[in-house]
Each structure stands twice: as structure tokens, then as C-alpha cells.
């Protein structure tokens, strides 16, 4: 569910607006020291340095850096459960598949129009 086996590549930003693309993010990483960025859900991260300690916000209820942010927005939107940093290259989860009922949902909506 969490693995990050698939590269990043252009194509994962064909919806995105500027500044998001793969060197934005790859230069996130680098800027911050990032090993990976993992998202649970509803708003929850857990944001990995290189350290293996975790990289929070300074304050309670402060939030991360703007750069970050956008990146984790793009992972909340495109619905990437994590992305990975490792030798210079991003790797990313699977995009999970929309459960049966809402497959069903989207279907019946589109065959009406």
C-alpha cells in the first residue's frame, strides 16, 4: 500500500500547474534533506529527513514550509500515498483504484450524459 516502486515522471504532472513538475519536487527534497513523504488521509503526513528523523513545523499548528506544502497537496489530490527520494531519482506509490461502488457510481453518471 506504502511502496514507492514506480519512478516519477513527467507524465505524473500533465494536470498540475506551475511551479509542480518532478524537479520542483526533487528539489523539495534536496532543499529539506527529505528521504520520503508519507500521506494517511485526511490531511495527516509524516514528512522523513534524510536523518530518519522526522521534519515537523517549528510551532503547534504551524505549517510546513509553502514548497512543502504544494507537494503535499499534490500527494492529498492525486491521491500518492508516498514518494520517495533515493540516489537523485523520486519514486511514488500505486494510485489506488476507486472502490466498486464508486466505479459503478462514476459509470451510471457518465452513461446518463
Excluded at 529539506?32 to 515537523?56: A, C, H, K, R, W
Amino acid at each position: 500500500m506504502y511502496g514507492t516502486g514506480i519512478e516519477v515522471t513527467d507524465e505524473d504532472f500533465e494536470f498540475t500547474k506551475p511551479p509542480l513538475s518532478k524537479k520542483f519536487i526533487r528539489l523539495v527534497f534536496e532543499k529539506y534533506q527529505l528521504d520520503y513523504i508519507t500521506y494517511f488521509g485526511e490531511n495527516m503526513f509524516y514528512v522523513s529527513g534524510q536523518n530518519s528523523q522526522p521534519l515537523t513545523p517549528l510551532y503547534p499548528s504551524a505549517r510546513y514550509p509553502e514548497d512543502i506544502e504544494l507537494v503535499l497537496d499534490f500527494m492529498a489530490r492525486e491521491r500518492i500515498r508516498r514518494i520517495k527520494y533515493e540516489d537523485g531519482r523520486l519514486f511514488r506509490s500505486a494510485v489506488p483504484g476507486l472502490a466498486d461502488s464508486e466505479q459503478k457510481y462514476f459509470q451510471t453518471k457518465c452513461e446518463k450524459h
